[in-house]
């Protein structure tokens, strides 16, 4: 997985946004946040800069502030409302999805727009807090991911 700067964001690949908006989460990326485990995901909004989303889980999110937030939301965080339905927590929008065996989600092309995703974007996976799995689609980062042909892509 390559930083790509000294003291920098680490990288898992980039993942193309097909026609459908399916979204391929990388092997190591599913490995290390441990979503072989977890088929219902929370996608979660990405920060004003780097824009996106994050993929999490309700064990990853278990002991944070997030989670304290979304508990508010019962439907959203028992999965009881319909799959990639936007629901405002504290102003943000906040949805769930089935991560497939194989890795990937599809989010409605709706829900992407809500994120400032289009089909055919690069979405740069990068190693986020801990509690998300970032995708995202602006920003220093990915300018600088720009000049690094060594990324691999999905």
């Known amino acids: 997985m390559p930083q790509l700067v000294k003291g920098g964001k680490h990288v898992f690949a980039w993942s193309k946004v097909n026609e459908r908006g399916k979204i391929i989460v990388p092997p190591e990326a599913l490995e290390e946040y441990g979503f072989k485990d977890d088929n219902k995901c929370i996608l979660i909004p990405g920060s004003k800069r780097s824009g996106g989303f994050g993929?999490?889980?309700?064990?990853?999110?278990?002991?944070?502030?997030?989670?304290?937030?979304?508990?508010?939301?019962?439907?959203?965080?028992?999965?009881?409302?319909?799959?990639?339905?936007?629901?405002?927590?504290?102003?943000?929008?906040?949805?769930?999805?089935?991560?497939?065996?194989?890795?990937?989600?599809?989010?409605?092309?709706?829900?992407l727009k809500y994120y400032g995703v289009e089909p055919k974007d690069n979405l740069l996976v990068v190693r986020g807090s801990g509690l998300a799995l970032g995708f995202i689609i602006k920003g220093p980062i990915i300018e600088e991911a720009k000049a690094h042909p060594e990324i691999e892509k999905f």
């Open 55 to 111: 993929l999490t889980s309700k064990r990853l999110l278990k002991n944070s502030p997030i989670y304290t937030n979304l508990e508010k939301k019962t439907q959203l965080i028992n999965f009881e409302i319909p799959e990639c339905k936007l629901i405002a927590v504290n102003k943000k929008n906040y949805c769930w999805l089935t991560l497939e065996n194989d890795g990937s989600f599809i989010i409605p092309l709706a829900t």
